[in-house]
């Protein structure tokens, strides 16, 4: 029986996307579909006093999470994946501006309507990407950021790892997290991370 995965996800966090590259590979080795969704690391962290260079991040983060709801809503979530993979290369591994004119790529490369980077740079979609947010983000609180996983109707923030698995391995840690997640009385664990994201 195929385990159902639901994952929210920010495109501008490097740590989303190894976990994202993770469950791509947990789907060749383990009966699991993986449905990704939106939240947004700006609508997290909005009202809070925070580094200016982060603040400065989060701003640039808008346009991003916006298109990636649209290209959900227009034309579901087999293409949010694609553009996700897209727009993840581009500003993760390949390091691409976090701009418009890389979004604009991104959502051509993937046939995603061309109007999507317009709406993007307004508020039409933040009451959608909100809902959209908080769906992912209130069973597991406002503490920590993305990714959030779902399994058989259990959340949890994570897991964060560099670089990510392959293989066999890849399934292990799976088998691992959807048995924590499993049981309602765990909440945490977690060690310093001494690594960067590692991009392979």
Request: hydrophobic content about 40%.
């Amino acid at each position: 029986m195929t385990t159902s995965v639901d994952f929210w996800f920010d495109p501008t966090c490097p740590w989303a996307w190894m976990t994202s590259r993770w469950m791509l590979e947990v789907e060749k080795v383990r009966d699991v579909k993986t449905t990704f969704h939106i939240m947004s690391l700006a609508v997290l962290n909005e009202g809070r006093d925070l580094d200016p260079a982060y603040r400065d991040h989060l701003d640039k983060a808008w346009a991003p999470a916006r298109a990636a709801l649209l290209v959900e809503q227009r034309h579901g979530s087999e293409k949010l994946a694609e553009f996700y993979t897209e727009i993840g290369t581009r500003f993760h591994p390949n390091g691409e501006p976090r701009t418009l004119e890389t979004l604009k790529a991104a959502l051509d490369a993937v046939g995603a309507d061309a109007d999507i980077v317009d709406i993007a740079q307004t508020d039409a979609a933040d009451d959608d990407l909100r809902r959209s947010h908080h769906e992912g983000m209130d069973p597991v609180g406002d503490e920590v950021g993305t990714p959030v996983l779902r399994v058989n109707g259990m959340s949890l923030f994570g897991p964060v790892i560099s670089p990510a698995p392959k293989g066999e391995a890849a399934g292990d840690l799976f088998d691992g997290f959807v048995k924590v997640t499993a049981y309602p009385g765990f909440f945490e664990l977690k060690r310093t991370r001494t690594v960067d994201p590692i991009f392979d």
